[in-house]
């Protein structure tokens, strides 16, 4: 297989963070509309993550936010987001980067994205680049004959449904993770 060096894993990543990124900046700005609420669910030991010893304990590796009835202090910058909620009537303030966001969930349009998180990212605000590709000299390539026209066909469902993360410790809820293919016409 030939190795991918554009890398489209992650620009479909950062493209999907994006519409996260957009929603939250819209409801910062203009507060939920409708039914809208959200469930997102972060690495609370990545990179950039800023929550208190007290929750980090409680939740050593991931937590499931909601953003409902009760935050405040909405923040929304390029790299991440910030909001005030509160933990057993103890107000906390949470700083999370997009790149820690492992789910994003609202449940009153059934709208999910699921997002990769590597945990040796750097941290938020560091400067990175992507693998530059060898430069090889140009070489003349003979252009192939055109091919014939292909029948559409039906598209192919994904083989694999959506599995659902545990919640985490102490959660005791977690969101229903529903397959699109539950909703597919067969």
């Known amino acids: 297989m030939a190795e991918d060096h554009i890398r489209y894993?992650?620009?479909a990543q950062e493209a999907l963070r994006g519409v996260m990124r957009k929603v939250l900046q819209e409801v910062q700005r203009t507060g939920l509309p409708g039914?809208?609420?959200?469930f997102i669910t972060f690495l609370t030991g990545a990179p950039?993550?800023?929550v208190s010893s007290r929750l980090k304990e409680?939740?050593?590796e991931q937590m499931t936010i909601v953003l409902q009835y009760q935050y405040w202090d909405l923040k929304v910058t390029d790299v991440g987001f910030e909001v005030g909620l509160s933990f057993s009537d103890v107000p906390e303030k949470l700083?999370?980067?997009f790149a820690a966001v492992r789910g994003f969930y609202d449940p009153?349009?059934?709208f999910e994205l699921e997002f990769d998180v590597r945990t040796d990212e750097p941290a938020a605000g560091e400067i990175t680049s992507l693998p530059t590709p060898e430069v090889q000299k140009p070489q003349?390539?003979?252009r192939p004959a055109p091919k014939p026209a292909l029948k559409k066909s039906a598209p192919v469902a994904d083989k694999a449904p959506a599995v659902a993360d545990k919640p985490a410790e102490g959660d005791g809820k977690g969101a229903d993770v529903v397959s699109l293919d539950a909703f597919r016409k067969k």
């Open 9 to 11: 894993d992650i620009l």
């Open 35 to 38: 039914n809208h609420h959200f």
């Open 48 to 50: 950039g993550v800023r």
């Open 58 to 60: 409680r939740y050593p």
């Open 95 to 97: 700083e999370v980067p």
């Open 108 to 110: 009153s349009v059934n």
């Open 140 to 142: 003349a390539v003979p």
